[in-house]
């Protein structure tokens, strides 16, 4: 990147290091966990489903995909919050 700001590449650099501690995270969750979580957030192609679009795909309660999402994301706060310990 010559040329480029330092502060710049620093960015991209902290950006990138953080992606790929979130990616070794969420590699650890259930496939159900996964696939929720990238449903809800758009992650596989920019379009984001609500907990109603999700239930009805997997047959299941809105409040059930309520509850694995917010577990999905809590066992990722933990581990990221644990990672950021061992430093």
């Known amino acids: 990147m010559l040329g480029t700001a ?3 590449v620093a960015e991209a650099v902290e950006i990138q290091c953080e992606q790929e501690r ?6 650890r969750l259930s496939n159900r966990e996964k696939w929720v979580l990238e449903m809800r957030f758009g992650m596989p192609d920019g379009g984001k489903k609500t907990q109603r679009d999700i239930a009805k ?16 994301i809590g066992k990722l706060s933990k581990n990221l919050s644990a990672e950021d310990g061992q430093y």
């Open 57 to 72: 795909m997997l047959g299941i309660s809105r409040s059930y995909v309520s509850r694995i999402e917010k577990r999905a």
């Open 22 to 27: 979130l990616n070794k995270q969420i590699s």
């Open 6 to 8: 330092p502060d710049v």
